[in-house]
């Protein structure tokens, strides 16, 4: 078939591709993690190593721990009272489960965007400021400076600059997740968890927030828990398919989608169940 | 006719007596108090039914001092409560602490009066000197009688913050507290001020435990400090009422004081709803 004929050019592109993923270093560490819900086991020996300035996703069917497995590595499972678990989770050196982990360094090292658009009730510019003001980094011009940096990497300057003062609620759908995300990229994260940033927006604005993540792994590592296979196939380097707690497979996008080497990911692929 | 239209009127009947009575209550009080209302008689320094003189400034101040001390101090009490409540408080914590104070709901405001006539006065008369009867007892009094709604509400409008912002807030590495108070505080405030205007209403139009704490003095006047012996506008209604003459510019005078109470109340349900609604405005 003509569409499938491969051009020097696109060659030469894939190449580089595989070298940016596979020359990429590990960022994020799952080593024998396990992870429960009072009796229930919700992460099962999870071993993974998520790399740095690339996107991953997790994808999965509903109630596969996709979600409980992006929290691990920010430890927002804590608050569940219930929660316990054994293994470590590492990010670069530092393992996240360790005795002397503070926590809320861990959580500003590792920013998160919630499924639905969460903006604070308060103006644009002060849910921005919301995190520097929390840990102290900066204030008066200084604090203006990293408002509008934030916002210019979550493409949304150009949107807010004249309403910075007006709510956050009164912004679009698509423009408060673009919110959320620069209000997470504001106390400078090196890692961005997104749990289904999208599943709440309309088309036009799901595009806006994938050409967004596509700018941020240059900086960042970004973690997407998604249920929507194209989107996992569009915009992530590398997948990660779950199942009832497991990774049953983890590799390149490319490889996942095309060659699965399990039979359940491919029937979970070609929409079998899921 | 079918069978249900029968059923829904008569729930239309029962639903437009209770709004009837309003009304009612209100043409009422217009009439019978509304000869009485004059600029003498709200800026009038002289309340003496025997020289006919009916001026209700002392009450009336009487009554927002005594109102808004107790307010200050039912907030400075409620208001942390219901954020441990809502917030730090173990579960069974908050089940005992709650019920707890639903029950002093329940409790009937003479009760709370009878308490203060046997505890607080002399108490205060022990240690702060006066005759105990005062302003500061009738603080007291209110404010154990307003402080249960300002908990309940209070605790209801934080609880309501959505678990989100609070979520938001924590991944953003802010503390307990921190998300607490930059978080979801300013999330609640409008339902807060609400609770606290609505406490304020349940303490203007309180009367039975104040009447019993606050002196009365038969010529009330200008207070002077926090343990002199004011009236109120309730007290006078419920003390004078037996004793005023049928149809006298006392009787009116009293009725005037109603009407007073009336607009003061409905004014303050006005600016609790108009707050909540701004809450839901706001989304």
Not at chain 2, 203 to 209: D, I, L, P, R
Request: with cysteine; charged share 20%.
């Amino acid at each position: 078939m003509n569409g499938n004929e491969i051009t020097p050019g696109q060659a030469m592109q894939d190449v580089f591709e595989e070298f940016r993923i596979d020359g990429a270093v590990n960022k994020v560490v799952f080593r024998d993690f396990n992870l429960w819900y009072g009796e229930n086991h919700v992460l099962k020996d999870i071993s993974v190593e998520i790399k740095s300035n690339i996107i991953t996703s997790i994808m999965g069917p509903s109630g596969c721990g996709k979600s409980t497995f992006l929290r691990a590595i920010d430890r927002m499972n804590d608050i569940i009272p219930e929660c316990r678990t054994s293994g470590q989770v590492f990010i670069d050196e530092d393992n996240v489960y360790a005795e002397d982990v503070d926590v809320y360094e861990l959580r500003k090292r590792v920013g998160m965007v919630f499924q639905k658009p969460n903006p604070f009730p308060q103006s644009v510019y002060d849910n921005v400021a919301y995190g520097v003001r929390i840990h102290g980094m900066a204030n008066g011009r200084e604090l203006d400076e990293a408002v509008e940096r934030s916002l210019r990497m979550a493409a949304l300057w150009d949107e807010v600059s004249d309403r910075l003062d007006e709510s956050a609620l009164t912004l679009s759908g698509g423009q408060q997740q673009r919110l959320c995300i620069a209000r997470a990229l504001a106390v400078e994260p090196e890692i961005l968890l997104m749990d289904e940033p999208c599943s709440a927006l309309d088309p036009i604005a799901t595009a806006k927030i994938e050409t967004l993540m596509r700018s941020l792994q240059e900086k960042y590592t970004v973690v997407l828990v998604t249920h929507n296979l194209q989107q996992a196939a569009r915009v992530s380097d590398m997948t990660a398919f779950m199942y009832i707690g497991e990774v049953v497979e983890f590799g390149r996008t490319k490889d996942l989608f095309e060659n699965p080497e399990k039979e359940l990911t491919e029937n979970y692929i070609t929409g079998k169940f899921g | 006719m079918k069978r249900g239209d029968i059923a829904s009127k008569i729930l239309f009947l029962c639903a437009s007596f209770s709004t009837l009575i309003v009304f009612l209550i209100i043409i009422f009080l217009l009439r019978e108090g509304i000869s009485a209302l004059n600029w003498n008689f709200l800026m009038g320094m002289v309340w003496s039914p025997h020289k006919n003189l009916y001026g209700i400034f002392p009450t009336l101040l009487g009554t927002l001092v005594v109102v808004a001390g107790a307010i200050i101090i039912a907030t400075a009490i409620g208001v942390p409560c219901a954020v441990f409540l809502a917030e730090f408080s173990p579960f069974w914590l908050r089940n005992m602490i709650k019920s707890t104070v639903e029950v002093l709901v329940g409790v009937p405001s003479v009760v709370i009066g009878f308490f203060g006539l046997i505890v607080i006065i002399p108490f205060i008369r022990n240690n702060l000197g006066g005759r105990g009867e005062s302003i500061l007892a009738g603080w007291i009094v209110l404010a154990i009688m307003s402080l249960p709604h300002i908990i309940s509400l209070s605790e209801d409008a934080i609880r309501a913050v959505p678990t989100s912002y609070r979520q938001a807030s924590l991944a953003l590495g802010a503390t307990k507290w921190q998300t607490v108070r930059r978080a979801v505080l300013p999330s609640a405030s409008s339902g807060m001020r609400a609770a606290i205007v609505l406490g304020v209403g349940r303490a203007v139009g309180e009367t039975m435990a104040v009447l019993m704490v606050v002196g009365n003095p038969e010529t009330p006047w200008i207070p002077t400090g926090v343990l002199d012996r004011v009236r109120v506008l309730t007290s006078t209604i419920a003390i004078e009422f037996s004793y005023a003459e049928w149809g006298s510019p006392h009787q009116y005078a009293l009725f005037a004081i109603g009407v007073v109470l009336f607009f003061i109340v409905v004014a303050l349900n006005l600016v609790a709803t108009f707050v909540i609604r701004r809450r839901n405005w706001n989304g």
